[in-house]
């Protein structure tokens, strides 16, 4: 199963990389990192996406537990929550049809075009990933210059929070 | 407040937390480190002559001791040779504090003279580590490194120290903090009461229980508490190669240890059991030999300090976790207070069957098939003659499992050992720090001509500190422990086992000003290490020549159930 874990972590210098490590120390998978400061200067958070079976994601709460610089450590996964991930896509938009077509779907899944030259357009979409994924599916028509994707953030729903 | 230099702060903050010896050696980045320790004497320092030998040495003494061993060493190849002990306290849980000097901050990144990534080389073999990046902050770092590397799940920590941080001119007030608080870090310091409840009801209503010690009951300094429960309900208990000792070794109760190597009765002992209460025991591959077919009518109680260590491999059924001693003195007032106890027929068929186990294996080898000296003879001498009161710090190989099958350990933290790492090279060097804190004690370094050879440089070290320990090896002129898989797996194929052009160890220890000593024949065994043992102010080489085709025995069956074993080169269980 996939599971979202979000990590307060020390903003220290080689704290990113200790999380980094462990994964690929204990053989964890990692599908999507993503990492920036909080309002507290002092620390950062983190969000791992992973994929793996209760057993494994157990081990991989409980050693991010272990490693010093790490101050709180949640599986979102197991409760209300929200995901959203941002992407932005450039693709080969060289002709009426194909802008036509281009524009029609992002509108449909509520993407906005950012950037356009005579031959391309940045699509920009946010949302959970696999919308992402079906957007990508949905322009199969299209031909796709680029994808860059922030991989996932992940927030509680309703009032739990993840702070100090 | 006094001033001092980052250097002298070091040594102050070392002399601070109460260290006697650290272990060394000098290089380019630590000159101004070695300057400060030259001109003062609370701290001494042991120079070393391999790294390697410095992390072993401090390893030994936190094994013996429970307290922090420290090393020190210079960037670059001195930090690099250290790794392979950091690696070994790390894998069996020691309390270690490694300092490393790095090349000057300006120079970090560029590829300096001796510089390496230090913070990540060690990264993944330490509990932590830390870089010196203001040289006002070294009390606390330090004070944190011991904090960290002593509690909780103890294990080394690394703290690299740039040179200009320990520039002689560059002064500071200097306090040293009684208390460090890290948010990010709180180990445990009790178990949970109802779980602990409910563990002592489900052991209470065993009809086959075991007790399961490991390291943690060691380090953990819990020795006495676990006496006490099995004392209490006689409990037949067995013990990780970690573990010896924690129950005396003539202790009826003892089993002796389990797993790859176990004695048949406390391996067939875990299959049967019905209730395993597990101690500070990782349950690793060498104890549970094929986790899908491990004790399958057990249910399983977890006490270990580490929550990541529960369920990790072996699924418990009540987890607890908690520091060995905290939980067996809870355990304990709830067996004294509880009216209800192990039912005492079951107790008493449980026990008769394990009579009938040990009975029928039981420790034994055979001595008629061969004219030397069989490997386990000497050990058993070596019982004899110190009366399981020594300290055994040995090396990696047969030697080592025969010294932990026949030593009957009288006391917990005197077998010394690298358990989970393996680490060839281990046992001189820790014996060497054993012996220099605790110089009255009888301590043995039993090795094999192989292991020896990994860190024999330091007979001459034993010479610099007159440090008088015994080496017993145990030379079956072959890498004895890979040859016996080469036999049993590889149609004995010995590739690269055998140690052809071995040196005359007796010469060696006597190039060194030690004593060295030949025995071939078992006649000779007995007074000839009585000679050595009674020479108290001497190193000596005992090279003891034993029979290269011996095997250790019982030998699980890999991946099988705990029961399954050879139980000798014909016959299995
Ligand atoms: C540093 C290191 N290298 C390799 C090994 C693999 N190994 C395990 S036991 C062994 C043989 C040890 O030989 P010796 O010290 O003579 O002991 P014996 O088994 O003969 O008693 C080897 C090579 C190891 N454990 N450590
Ligand atoms: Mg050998």
């Not at chain 1, 693709?91 to 005579?118: P, S, W």
């Not at chain 2, 207070?337 to 069957?353: I, N, P, R, V």
């Not at chain 2, 004995?492 to 010469?507: A, E, I, N």
């Amino acid at each position: 199963m996939r599971h979202i874990i979000s990590v307060l972590l020390e903003n220290e210098p080689g704290a990113l990389s200790r999380v980094v490590g462990l994964f690929s120390q204990r053989n964890f998978n990692i599908e999507s990192l993503t990492v920036a400061p909080t309002d507290d200067e002092t620390l950062s958070r983190l969000t791992v996406t992973t994929i793996g079976d209760d057993r494994v994601v157990e081990q991989i709460t409980k050693q991010l537990n272990k490693l010093i610089d790490v101050v709180k450590v949640v599986d979102l996964t197991e409760g209300e929550h929200i995901e959203r991930e941002l992407m932005m896509i450039k693709l080969k938009a060289n002709n009426g049809t194909v802008r036509a077509e281009i524009k029609r779907t992002a509108d449909i899944f509520r993407g906005q075009i950012i950037d356009a030259t005579q031959n391309t357009f940045t699509v920009q979409m946010v949302g959970s990933s696999s919308k992402l994924d079906a957007f990508i599916e949905a322009l199969s028509g299209a031909s796709i210059l680029e994808v860059v994707r922030s991989g996932v953030s992940g927030i509680a729903r309703g009032e739990k929070v993840l702070s100090l | 407040m006094e001033l001092l230099s980052g250097a002298e702060m070091v040594v102050r903050a070392l002399k601070d937390e109460g260290v006697e010896y650290i272990y060394g050696y000098p290089g380019g980045s630590v000159l101004h480190l070695y300057d400060a320790l030259f001109q003062q004497e609370d701290v001494q320092h042991v120079l070393v002559r391999h790294e390697q030998a410095a992390t072993h040495m401090a390893d030994a003494y936190a094994r013996a001791t429970g307290k922090a061993g420290v090393a020190l060493v210079t960037s670059g190849p001195g930090a690099t040779n250290a790794i392979t002990g950091i690696a070994t306290a790390y894998t069996d849980s020691i309390p270690m504090v490694v300092i490393t000097g790095q090349v000057m901050s300006h120079l970090i990144g560029e590829d300096a003279f001796q510089e390496t990534d230090m913070l990540g080389i060690s990264r993944p073999v330490v509990k932590h580590n830390f870089s010196v990046q203001r040289a006002e902050d070294i009390p606390t770092i330090i004070r944190k490194a011991f904090h960290i590397a002593q509690t909780g799940r103890p294990g080394p920590v690394v703290v690299d120290i740039p040179k200009d941080m320990t520039t002689p001119t560059d002064r500071f007030p200097y306090e040293y903090p009684k208390n460090v608080k890290m948010r990010s870090y709180n180990p445990i310091n009790r178990g949970h009461a109802g779980q602990i409840k409910k563990a002592m009801d489900l052991f209470l209503s065993a009809k086959r229980p075991v007790i399961l010690a490991g390291g943690g009951v060691v380090i953990g300094q819990a020795s006495e508490e676990l006496r006490e429960l099995i004392n209490l309900t006689n409990v037949p208990t067995t013990n990780t190669l970690m573990a010896l000792g924690a129950l005396a070794g003539r202790d009826r109760h003892n089993l002796g240890m389990l797993g790859m190597h176990g004695s048949y009765e406390a391996n067939m002992a875990m299959h049967h059991a019905d209730v395993i209460l597990n101690i500070g025991a990782r349950f690793d591959d060498r104890v549970t030999n094929g986790t899908d077919k491990f004790c399958p009518t057990a249910k399983i109680i977890h006490v270990d300090i580490d929550p990541a260590s529960i369920s990790k491999t072996i699924r418990a059924d009540i987890p607890i976790v908690g520091p060995a001693k905290i939980v067996l003195d809870e355990m304990l007032s709830i067996v004294k207070a509880s009216t209800k106890q192990l039912d005492a027929e079951s107790l008493k068929s449980w026990w008769e069957q394990i009579e009938e186990w040990r009975g029928r294996h039981g420790g034994r080898y055979r001595t008629d098939d061969s004219e030397l000296m069989k490997p386990q003879q000497v050990i058993e001498m070596l019982d004899t003659i110190t009366n399981g009161d020594a300290y055994v710090c040995s090396d990696v190989g047969q030697h080592q499992m025969y010294a932990a099958q026949y030593y009957k350990f009288n006391h917990p933290n005197r077998w010394i050992n690298s358990g989970g790492l393996g680490t060839m090279g281990f046992g001189l060097p820790a014996a060497m720090g054993v012996k220099m804190n605790f110089p009255d004690a009888d301590v043995a370094c039993v090795t094999g001509e192989g292991s020896i050879q990994m860190n024999i440089q330091e007979l001459s070290t034993c010479s610099q500190y007159d440090i008088p320990v015994k080496i017993i090896c145990l030379n079956n002129q072959s890498l004895g422990m890979v040859r016996q898989w080469q036999d049993m797996n590889y149609e004995s194929r010995h590739s690269q086992s055998y140690m052809k052009s071995l040196p005359d160890f007796v010469k060696l220890a006597e190039s060194y000003g030690h004593v060295g000593m030949k025995v071939d024949k078992y006649a000779d065994l007995e007074g000839a290490m009585r000679e050595a043992f009674a020479m108290k102010d001497r190193l000596v080489f005992m090279d003891i020549a034993v029979d290269p085709f011996e095997h250790v025995y019982p030998m699980q069956v890999p991946r099988g159930s705990m029961r399954d074993m050879w139980l000798s080169k014909t016959e299995r269980t």
